[in-house]
């Protein structure tokens, strides 16, 4: 497994997005971190149900939730993801990265 893509912010207590690609090919999009009372933690993609409330719509056995957390908290760390769009280290080296989320990758 592997992180996708990582797009770094600020909407509330979501402080990134992110997709997760596994060893099969299979993209999950929507997973996100969010800044929660007892720290960090990873949200699973989800869907507004008509009470207004949000179910998740994938599901992971524990040991599997742990690995996607560790990965996640992995890149949301490290300053080789750039949400902004400039180069690590002031460098003006054109990025491989993959585009930046935009207003359709946002779940809600």
Excluded at 54 to 65: F, M, S
Excluded at 94 to 106: A, E, L
Aim: hydrophobic share 30%.
């Amino acid at each position: 497994m592997q992180i996708e893509r990582i797009n770094k912010g600020e909407w509330g207590k979501v402080k990134a997005f992110f997709d997760l690609r596994t060893e099969e090919g299979l993209v999950i999009k929507g997973f996100k971190i969010v800044e929660g009372s007892n720290g960090p933690f990873v949200g699973f993609p989800s869907r507004k149900n008509s009470d207004g409330e949000y179910n998740d719509t994938v599901y992971a056995e524990a040991d599997l939730k742990q690995e996607i957390t560790r990965l996640a908290m992995e890149s949301y760390g490290s300053d080789v993801m750039q949400s902004s769009g400039a180069p690590a280290g002031g460098s003006s080296a054109p990025s491989d990265s993959p585009p930046p989320f935009g207003d359709d990758d946002i779940p809600f």
